[in-house]
């Protein structure tokens, strides 16, 4: 069957959506009608058909079946694509919230188990006690074993969902209810507590560490389960009639594509949000795209709920542009410009628009640089960004004898004014100052940095240059560290086969609180390039 473009979404929505919402659980639908409250029409778009929620009516524009193929555009204005069966639907957003929710996959292999009736996922055994009462569900003598985290330790939440499970059959029914754990993760919140409310119910709790189980499934749909006493080193015994073993977590099947098609960072289990610390709470690389639940991480009901109520405030504030914080522009010169596309390639946050001319999108720039210092024609200019006449202007070696002592080392210092900039600042307030000598340019950001200015200060006589990145995922631009690390590591290598001592460039990192270090890391590296020029 040949696909249509279905145009009757556009008829129908007036005023138009504001908010495409990505996910068919708690959280999502929380998000669409937390915005519906604060006035904002969102459409909540789901690929398997999902219920609705209670008690929220007409309020939700809902859309099953649907899979996202493709993403143009920035924050306001971004143009999706998406399938619904056999119909193509085009929509136009000015925000998107990514909140599918987790892959849950029962751990049967791990305890040597495989999938039975009377082995029960925690999922399963949430969605028999929600559909029935305990006493319909388990004879009133039911032995009932829970198994959490032998080898492989069991993600907090789950292990509170477990726990909470346990209270609740042996406080229910008159079954008896055994916890078998190894390295019982209580760090959820209120675990601990169940913990104690389970054994005082009487719920009977094993912790094993090193002789595990063993379980032997009996012909009548029974299980033996043997141990050992890891104090007594006594052998036990116990028949079980029901079995619950624990769960992974992961991302959802579906989440990996969707945050390929939107252009957002992973972290390394495959969530939609990179390990940066400037993404918490539910941003990402690109500026309007934001992530919330089971797609930013593995979080419980609770925080999922906490989260829609979190990524709701910063939609808001998007929408409403009080996220705005002020940042030199960016600017494409159009007579230099050779459209060699490198400045799209590199940017981290998808700010480039390819049309008639290549030009810098303003709504989703973050002003990090990387494109100025990558563009090989120069042909990008940041707004009161003059790096390479500044390395000139700084350094200027006095004229002096032969036969007069050596002056100071000259050393320029470059870092990013969110890091080694505010180190400095701070490192001043505590009454530091730098040695004679030492040059320090405040850059926006280290990808600001490029191989030619680093070339450059050394082409200004530098005797030694000092490169200062934010931390490891502490980039507020995501890679500008990584890729200022890598220009500083090719100019290394390049002053080697020159015959130039690689370490008069120093490769580092700072934070914002480190003060005192960074004075002693600047002072350090002062007396290294004295102790070169001596030799």
Same mark, same amino acid.
């Given at each position: 069957m040949d696909e249509s473009t279905n145009t009757d979404l556009r008829e129908q929505a007036s005023p138009p959506p504001d908010v495409m919402v990505f996910g068919s659980g708690a959280c999502a639908h929380k998000i669409a009608a937390?915005?519906?409250?604060?006035? %904002?029409?969102?459409?909540?778009?789901?690929?398997?058909?999902?219920?609705?929620?209670? !008690?929220?009516? /007409?309020? &939700?524009h809902g859309l099953t079946g649907i899979e996202l193929t493709a993403c143009h555009g920035f924050a306001k204005n971004f143009d999706l694509k998406l399938k619904q069966r056999d119909s193509l639907i085009h929509q136009h957003v000015p925000a998107i919230v990514l909140a599918e929710d987790h892959a849950r996959s029962p751990n049967y292999a791990p305890y040597g188990l495989e999938p039975n009736p009377r082995v029960l996922s925690i999922s399963s055994l949430e969605e028999k006690l929600r559909q029935a009462s305990t006493q319909d569900l388990f004879d009133n003598d039911a032995r009932i074993v829970f198994l959490c985290g032998w080898e492989n330790d069991t993600h907090p939440a789950i292990a509170r969902r477990m726990l909470a499970c346990? &209270?609740?059959?042996?406080?229910? #029914?008159?079954?008896?209810?055994?916890?078998?754990?190894?390295?019982?993760?209580?760090?959820? @919140?209120g675990a601990e507590a169940l913990v104690q409310e389970a054994k005082r119910a009487g719920a009977v709790f094993l912790k094993f560490t090193r002789d595990y189980p063993t379980i032997q499934t009996l012909a009548e749909d029974h299980f033996e389960i043997d141990y050992l006493d890891e104090l007594t080193r006594t052998p036990f015994q116990l028949r079980a009639d029901w079995i619950v073993v624990d769960e992974s977590i992961g991302p959802g099947r579906h989440l990996d594509a969707m945050a390929h098609r939107l252009a957002i960072s992973?972290? /390394?289990?495959?969530?939609a949000q990179s390990d940066n610390v400037h993404r918490m709470s539910n941003a990402t690389n690109r500026r309007g795209i934001f992530v919330a639940g089971g797609s930013r991480g593995i979080l419980s009901e609770g925080e999922q709920l906490a989260d829609a109520d979190q990524v709701t405030l910063n939609v808001l504030a998007f929408l409403q542009d009080l996220d705005v914080e002020p940042l030199p522009g960016v600017e494409i010169v159009r007579g230099r410009c050779v459209r060699c596309l490198t400045c799209h390639r590199l940017c981290p946050h998808k700010?480039?628009?390819?049309? +008639?001319? %290549? #030009?810098v999108v303003t709504e989703a720039c973050q002003s990090c640089g990387i494109c100025v210092a990558g563009c090989?024609?120069?042909?990008?200019?940041?707004?009161?960004?003059?790096? !390479? =006449?500044? *390395?000139?202007?700084?350094?200027?070696?006095?004229?002096?004898?032969? /036969?007069?002592?050596?002056?100071?080392? +000259?050393?320029?210092?470059?870092?990013?004014?969110?890091?080694?900039?505010?180190?400095?600042?701070?490192?001043?307030?505590?009454?530091?100052? &730098?040695?004679?000598? *030492? +040059?320090?340019?405040?850059?926006?950001? !280290?990808?600001?940095?490029?191989?030619?200015?680093?070339?450059?200060?050394? /082409? =200004?006589?530098? @005797?030694?240059?000092?490169?200062?990145?934010?931390?490891?995922?502490?980039?507020?631009?995501?890679? !500008?560290?990584? *890729?200022?690390?890598?220009?500083?590591? #090719?100019?290394?290598?390049? &002053?080697?086969?020159?015959? *130039?001592?690689?370490?008069?460039?120093?490769?580092?990192?700072?934070?914002?609180?480190m003060g005192n270090e960074f004075t002693f890391m600047i002072n350090a590296f002062a007396d290294r390039i004295k102790a070169l020029n001596a030799s």
């Open positions: 937390n915005l519906y409250d604060h006035g %904002i029409h969102a459409w909540l778009a789901a690929r398997e058909d999902a219920p609705r929620a209670a !008690g929220q009516g /007409d309020r &939700l346990c &209270l609740h059959l042996q406080r229910q #029914s008159r079954a008896t209810t055994i916890f078998m754990t190894g390295n019982l993760k209580v760090a959820a @919140d992973q972290d /390394d289990l495959g969530f700010a480039i628009d390819i049309g +008639q001319r %290549i #030009s090989p024609a120069r042909a990008i200019e940041m707004e009161g960004v003059q790096i !390479g =006449a500044d *390395v000139y202007r700084r350094i200027r070696k006095p004229v002096v004898a032969e /036969d007069a002592p050596a002056g100071p080392p +000259q050393v320029m210092v470059f870092g990013c004014t969110r890091s080694a900039g505010q180190a400095l600042a701070l490192s001043r307030q505590a009454g530091h100052i &730098l040695p004679m000598g *030492v +040059q320090f340019i405040e850059v926006p950001c !280290g990808g600001t940095i490029s191989s030619h200015h680093l070339l450059a200060a050394f /082409d =200004a006589d530098a @005797d030694g240059v000092m490169l200062c990145t934010c931390h490891t995922d502490n980039c507020r631009s995501e890679i !500008g560290n990584q *890729v200022a690390r890598k220009r500083a590591e #090719s100019v290394r290598n390049l &002053l080697k086969e020159a015959g *130039v001592d690689g370490s008069r460039l120093n490769i580092t990192s700072v934070a914002a609180n």
